[in-house]
Every structure is written in C-alpha cells, then in structure tokens.
C-alpha cells in the first residue's frame, strides 16, 4: 500500500530556510506526479507545488513562486521541498501527496 513519510519540517526565523523530505513506498515512485499541500490552522488545505514522475515539470502557487523548489530522486524514491525566505504565513503542516494519499505532515512554523 502506498506509504508516504514526511519529514524536516521545525521552528525558523523568517528569512529563514528549510528542506523537507517525503519517503515514499508501496508504488512505482517514478510513474507519478507528486505534489506538496500545507494547510494552516483553521484554513483549507491549498497546493503549493507539483512536479512530474521524471522531474522535469514543475509547477508552484503564486504565494511560493521564486521561494520554493520541489525536486525528487526517483532513485532513492524521495520527494524534496526547499523552502527559502520563509514568511510568518507559511506556518502549516505541510503534506507529501500522490493522487487522494498522503502522508502523516510535518510542521512548519516561522515566528
């Protein structure tokens, strides 16, 4: 079954930089589009990037263009997001998805 474990999310500054990471299993990892979602407290869940199976298709939200990079590694089956100049508006939990699954989330919080 598909498995999808986020992780590298924590406390920074704004200004600040983080890289998160999903590990992912149970599926063909290079076959898929994968995106990240975040939703912030008391707010809808909102896509912020997505990128193909081979890498080459990247596509961001408005609110991150130019500040986050998705990348995979289809041979370690790991799915990045680099988040740079981060905002007090960027405090979410944010997910790893393919298709309708997704992971457990990890929290990023800027203050």
């Known amino acids: 079954h598909v498995q999808l474990v986020e992780s590298g999310g924590g406390l920074v500054q704004p200004g600040g930089s983080l890289t998160l990471s999903c590990a992912a299993s149970?599926?063909?990892?290079?076959?898929?589009?994968m995106a990240w979602v975040r939703q912030a407290p008391g707010k809808v869940l909102e896509r912020v990037s997505s990128i193909d199976g081979s890498g080459m298709l990247r596509s961001y939200a408005d609110f991150v263009k130019g500040r986050f990079t998705i990348s995979r590694d289809n041979a370690k089956n790991t799915l990045y997001l680099q988040l740079n100049s981060l905002k007090a508006e960027d405090t979410a939990m944010y997910y790893c998805?393919?298709?309708?699954?997704r992971g457990q989330g990890t929290q990023v919080t800027v203050s």
């Open positions: 998805t393919k298709d309708q699954n």
């Open positions: 149970g599926f063909t990892f290079s076959e898929y589009r």
